[in-house]
């Protein structure tokens, strides 16, 4: 807790006194605990026991709403940090998690860390009931592909919650995209940092539309909406979860 709160408080460093807000509420990642907010980016409002932000909190709750039995599922994690990841951790007894390094082949090991690319996952058919990521899609070059690996691991009923930054426009635009190994792109380019390796920027392919309900089925799925959650912390976000099942 003091580790996390030293975390957060370089965070803020930046922030006027008068624009740091606080709130009690309860965290769908680690339970009652106070909530700090000190800019207006959803980044800058954390859970100050977990150090969740709006998007980690709006993933449990939808999680714990629309998969209750969660906790006795076999549960796949496309990352292995974060409070969203620790919670899984500590609360699923069947996880399997993963990261992506684009340097290394599906199925080795990197640091004890299994590594999968999403595109070419190396699970047999069929082996989770639930999926989850965060803010992982809008990087993956060709996500078609990678969500019909995602419902090829899942078991029939399969869930597959995740979040990508989602844009108030009815059509994705992509931004970039692979022809013949190269990448083109198509608007200015844009990156995002990458957690696990600091400074490494990993680039963004597109910027998702409402139209994602439409990829999902397209690749396959049953089932597939845009849950709104309500805010958690209370601070005014609105973080939005994909949720999508498998026949
Ligand atoms: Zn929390």
């Not at 714990?64 to 006795?72: K, L, M, S, T, Y």
């Not at 998690?97 to 199925?107: A, M, Q």
């Not at 990521?133 to 078609?144: A, G, M, Q, R, S």
């Not at 190269?182 to 608007?187: A, D, G």
Request: glycine share 8%.
């Amino acid at each position: 807790m003091t580790r996390t709160l030293g975390k957060i408080a370089r965070e803020m460093r930046m922030a006027e006194p008068g624009e740091i807000r606080l709130r009690f509420g309860k965290c769908p990642l680690c339970g009652w605990t106070a909530f700090a907010k000190w800019r207006a980016n959803a980044m800058a409002t954390r859970c100050l026991s977990c150090r969740a932000t709006p998007v980690a909190m709006g993933m449990g709750a939808v999680l714990a709403e629309r998969v209750p039995g969660f906790r006795r599922m076999k549960v796949y994690e496309l990352s292995s940090r974060g409070p969203f990841f620790h919670f899984l951790a500590r609360e699923v007894k069947d996880l399997t998690y993963s990261e992506y390094f684009d340097d290394v082949p599906s199925g080795t090991f990197v640091g004890g860390v299994l590594c999968q690319d999403v595109q070419h996952l190396t699970f047999e058919d069929g082996s989770f009931e639930v999926c989850t990521n965060t803010e992982v899609f809008e990087h993956v070059p060709d996500d078609l592909q990678g969500f019909r690996e995602i419902r090829r691991v899942l078991a029939p009923g399969g869930a597959f919650l995740f979040t990508v930054p989602l844009h108030d426009a009815e059509r994705t635009v992509e931004r970039a995209r692979i022809e013949n190994g190269v990448v083109v792109h198509h608007l200015p380019h844009e990156y995002h940092e990458d957690n696990i390796r600091g400074r490494h920027k990993v680039l963004v392919y597109r910027e998702y539309g409402r139209d994602i309900v439409e990829r999902l089925r397209t690749a396959g799925f049953h089932e597939s909406e845009i849950v709104p959650v309500r805010d958690p912390s209370g601070m005014g976000h609105t973080p939005n979860v994909v949720f999508a099942r498998k026949k």
